[in-house]
């Protein structure tokens, strides 16, 4: 009987080791991945709160929700987008930048995903707000402002459409700007 408990006790024990390995071993892959996928961020300077997507589809992938996009864009623009950041991860914020045909960063679009939820901070970083005034788009309440990013002058144009927080800028004309805004629905002019 007692080699019966002894041979018992050796199969727990080896049992023991092999869940302690494997639990051990799935860890490690899991951090090896994490740090792998963390990997070409790190290598672009990007911070841990902002990615970027290439395209807009590879954003709204990411995010899980279609973007709010005009439907009207000016013929000084160049579409596709020059730049799309996006921060807070799963139905968090984007940032759109269009240029014109020169190359200069002319508009951008900013939105949150969740209904109720605030544009992610640090896509608003380096915002100095000067002047706030309302106004509306459509029939959505809204505000205009006159804001520096990154020391630069631009109008920028904010509302909620959808339950959803819409901030369109531009360094061009207003009229421009309250068009392409009528015109923003999910999907945009794709």
């Known amino acids: 009987m007692t080699g019966s408990v002894t041979r018992a006790r050796e199969a727990g ?6 869940l302690a390995a494997l639990v051990w071993v799935a860890a490690t892959s899991a951090l090896v991945i994490a740090a792998l996928g963390a990997l070409p961020g790190w290598i672009a300077g990007e911070g841990s709160a902002v990615r ?26 160049a579409w596709p987008p020059s730049e799309i950041r996006l921060a807070g991860g799963r139905r968090g914020s984007a940032a759109i ?8 960063p002319a508009v951008q679009i900013l939105q949150s995903t ?27 309440p809204a505000t205009l402002s006159a804001v520096l990013v990154a020391g630069q002058p631009w109008q920028e144009l ?10 369109l800028r531009t360094r061009g004309d207003l009229d421009e700007l309250y068009h ?11």
Do not use: C, K
């Open 180 to 190: 392409m805004a009528h015109s923003t629905h999910p999907g945009g002019g794709r």
């Open 52 to 77: 970027h997507a290439a395209t807009v589809q590879e954003a709204e992938r990411r995010l899980g929700a279609m973007l709010m996009l005009p439907g009207y864009f000016p013929q000084r623009l």
């Open 114 to 140: 969740a209904e109720g939820a605030e544009i992610a901070a640090p896509l608003l970083a380096d915002r100095n707000v000067l002047r706030v005034q309302r106004t509306t788009v459509g029939s959505y």
């Open 97 to 104: 930048t269009v240029v014109d045909r020169s190359g200069a």
């Open 13 to 18: 024990l080896e049992l023991a080791r092999m």
């Open 158 to 167: 904010a509302w909620e459409q959808r339950g959803r927080t819409v901030l």
